[in-house]
């Protein structure tokens, strides 16, 4: 168990430095580490988030799952979670988001609460669903909004007289400007960063099932009230 947490604690390590290197700091125009293909493609460039993404308002549709939005995992079904919700619950009263479309909550976007939607849904009329154009690859997007940097960019963007009250608006969002590579270059990172997040979910997944097994154990080795031995 010792082992495999280590295992896992060395690839949370590994990714954090890969996106550090893969995006470029601030004052930079371009990451320090490049993929072959892509060495002398040039600058990124700045674009304002308006015109990567626009204000999806479509009302709900019946039939479709509703999902939330968690600041670790993306986008969760809202039937996995263990409480209980007392918003909208009534599909016209929601909002629809597409496939691939990011959805993030208005109240907790500084705090890195997005996800992409990994199929047509439903999402609370609290959140603000940003549809792709053409140039914009939602995940690498999805990365993108969890650095640092970008947190901070979206937190001075956000409304809000104390940080529990910040609100970031489409319109606010619309003005932001974000450096980014051409789609190409996009889809290159994102599919590097999903791999090594696979990896992380697989790994933890071979450390869930050790500890388990030793409470499984445990409990054979150990009599248990009434029992007068193992």
Request: one cysteine or more; glycine letters at 6%.
């Amino acid at each position: 168990m010792a082992a495999q947490a280590r295992k896992v604690d060395a690839l949370k390590t590994h990714k954090k430095g890969l996106m550090q290197q893969l995006f470029p700091t601030e004052g930079e125009t371009q990451p320090r580490l490049r993929f072959p293909e892509f060495q002398n493609a040039g600058e990124w460039v700045i674009r304002k988030a308006g015109t990567l993404f626009s204000n999806r308002v479509t009302k709900g549709e019946q039939g479709l799952p509703i999902y939330s939005v968690t600041m670790h995992d993306g986008m969760v079904k809202r039937d996995s979670f263990d409480r209980n919700f007392y918003d909208i619950e009534d599909a016209a009263g929601n909002k629809k988001a597409c496939k691939e479309d990011i959805a993030y909550n208005m109240m907790r976007m500084w705090q890195g609460a997005l996800g992409v939607a990994p199929e047509d849904c439903l999402v609370s009329p609290a959140y603000i669903v940003l549809a792709p154009m053409k140039d914009a690859l939602p995940v690498f997007f999805q990365y993108l909004f969890k650095l640092p940097a970008t947190l901070l960019l979206l937190t001075s963007h956000s409304r809000g007289l104390t940080k529990d009250r910040l609100r970031l608006y489409y319109d606010d969002f619309a003005r932001i400007p974000l450096r980014c590579p051409a789609p190409p270059e996009q889809q290159r990172i994102a599919s590097c960063l999903s791999s090594l997040d696979a990896l992380i979910t697989a790994e933890t997944q071979k450390l869930e099932a050790l500890k388990t097994h030793k409470k499984g154990l445990m409990q054979q080795l150990f009599p248990t009230l009434n029992e007068p031995e193992a």
